[in-house]
DNA sequence: AGCTAGTTTAAACACCCGTTTAAAATAGCG
DNA sequence: CGCTATTTTAAACGGGTGTTTAAACTAGCT
């Protein structure tokens, strides 16, 4: 395997585990087995290399999430909430096929990109990916036309709020669950149980204060 | 004003900011204008520090949560999942006035300390006040008690990280809604648009799958 | 084989970190 | 006042950080 990948590799793995500023890159390279020097000579700055892991997988999941909600969108009836929200579970656990962990290692990935480095990642997704946001919002918008469009910009963010961080402290929860419930539970567990909460929380009833 | 006071304002927006890694002890010493030997004279080490932070809010928090938790489930007819979590508002929105901007920079330290420094406060927080989880969970208990401790677990889980979350970038947020739909906004405005969010998201039926 | 372009390596660089030290300053009190 | 205990201070310590350097190595190609 190539040294670029075996730094990546080793990357994705110990930023969603301790986070971004919590990962050296003395770390990163010594679990790939590779030189020091290797990360700036391949990739620049480590900022850059953070950039790169992001990419990996977004440049797997963009696409596939379009052509999901565009389906979702042109079908003859229009969709409900549940259905929207659901179209993000396949294109989700298929990254599971494209790298091992791949689902909750990527969804870690973005509880610490929302957090770590004040936000940098956020522009950073939402200026090179930005088809996936407008898309969302599009078959929302659809399923539930008499939502506002404040009212669904702040669901949309709790939604991401809720999906993002209850995926980083994901393993720590599955963890608990286990031992209080003896109940085998994996990732998608978790996205089963989330969907439901999330897609109540959108379409809640329109309160006017 | 003392030099561990002095310390312990600069610290704990700092920590909100750019939370407790990215948050040196020289940014907050020299933002309290004291000296950097001061924070381990007074507490210690850094990591009791952030201890400390934590407990002054927690400690004006933690009893006013018990009683209002408690007054609610001792009400002659069951409380709606809405009122449990319209509980918290008032004793979250008292810390305004304990500290300036104190709600939303409890609730963000709040985030912090779900993310950063691998669950270390989570700890702290479900040894030192467990009586606040306790109470929620009866609380919710007696409001759904179709719900299993399982689905429970879960969701209130969830909720915490849509709260956690979304204050934690709520300024970047009310910043950005500001701008796009130019209505005035303050933290106490996400908390009224949060709370149907995550009572629907509790309330939501069951699935059995 | 000999040259070149790409890659890897060990070492050093300059800087920031949390913590400790010991001396200086300041209060508090008999 | 003079003594003691507390607090503040400047400086240093040991170690970790991202990045850079220049030399060594390794293909690939004529």
Redo the contacts between chains.
Sequence with gaps: MSTKNKILDAADVLFAD??F??TSLREITSQANVNLAAVNYHFGSKKELIKAVMSRYMDELSPQLESALSLICQAEQKPTLHEVFYAFIDPLLKLNEFKENGTSTFLQLL??G??????FL?WFLTTQYPNVFTNFTKAVKIAYPELT???M???L??T???I???M??SE??ID??QN??D?KLDIAG?I???I??????????I?N?
Tied chains: 1, 2.
């Design positions: 301790k986070g500023n919590g509880g610490r929302y957090t770590d480095s004040q936000g956020r469009t404040e009212e910009f702040w669901r963010h709790f991401m709020g809720t993002v961080f209850t980083s402290s720590a929860l608990i669950a209080d419930f109940n978790v089963e149980r989330v439901p909460y999330v897609a109540a929380g959108v379409a809640a009833p309160t204060n």
